[in-house]
C-alpha cells in the first residue's frame, strides 16, 4: 500500500512500548524501500495505566460508604424507622459515612490541586510553632481518646519558614494525626523543628505500630494503606502521606520516613530555608 501504516508493538528484551510507522519510499510510482520510525511510547502508556488505576482506586473508594448509606436507607424505610432503639444508630451510621464520603472528596480535591501546581511561591512567612498549635487544637478530641501526648520543641523562636500556609498546614496535621492515629494509648509524639545549613528539618516522632519495611516505599502511594483492618476503623483514605509528599516536593523539599515494628516511626520533612 502506498498510505503510512501504523500499528504498536511492544518489544519484550526492554520492556517498552513503541510504536512503529512505516512508510514507503516511492519515486516516480518506483518503490524503493521503506521508512520505519520507532516511538518510544513507553512512558504515555504507563501513565495511561496509572490513570485507569486511580479511576478505579476511586471509584471504589466512593462506592464502599455509598453502599453502606444506601443500605441502611433502605432498612428505614422498610421499616426500621419504627424501630426507636435502632433508628438512631443507624443514622449515625449514615452521617459516619457520608463524613467520610465527604472528607475523601476533600482530599481529592486537594491532592489533584497540589498535583497540578509547578511550583508554590515561597514568599509568605509563617510561624510554625502557631501553625502545630493550630493544629494540635484541631485534634484534641483524638487525643485525649487516645490518650497521647504531643510535644514540640524548636531550635530557636520564632521558627519561621516559607510557602503555601494551607498546603503547609495541611501536609503537617496529616503527620501528626497520622503519628496519633497509629499510636497506642497512652503513647507520645515528639515534633521537632531545627535549622541545618541550607535548609529547615522538621520531624514527628510516634511511639506507635510502626511500619513493616516491606510497606515503607509504598506508603506515600496514593491510596495505599498498610494493612486495610488498621486503617478502616480510623477511617483514612489513604491519601494523607500522597499529599504530604507532594506539598513537600512542590516546596523544592522532601520528605522521609524511618520506622521499627512496635516501636514507632519519624517521618522528616526538609525544606528549603
Ligand atoms: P490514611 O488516611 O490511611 O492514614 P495515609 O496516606 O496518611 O493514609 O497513610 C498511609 C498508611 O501508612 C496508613 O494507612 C498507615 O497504615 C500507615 N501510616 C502512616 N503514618 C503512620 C504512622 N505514624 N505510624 C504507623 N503507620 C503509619
Known sequence: EKVPVQLEHSILLS???FQIQISPVLNEGRFLGVVVVFHDITKLKELERLRSEFVANVSHELKTPLTSI????????EGAVED????????????????????????LLLLSKVESQDSVSREEEISLEKMISRILESIAPMMLTKKVDVGYGFSSLPFLIHGDPKSLEEMFKNLIENAVKYNRVGGKVKIRGVREGDHIKISVEDTGMGIPESDLPRIFERFYRVDKSRSSDTGGSGLGLSIAKHVAEKHGGRIQVQSTLEKGSV???????
Open 267 to 273: 517521618f522528616t520533612v526538609y525544606l528549603p530555608s
Open 84 to 107: 426507636k432503639e435502632n433508628r438512631i444508630k443507624f443514622l449515625e451510621i449514615i452521617e459516619d459515612h457520608s463524613k467520610k464520603l465527604y472528607s475523601l472528596i476533600e482530599d
Open 15 to 17: 520492556n517498552a512500548m
Open 70 to 77: 444506601m443500605g441502611f436507607v433502605e432498612t428505614l424505610k
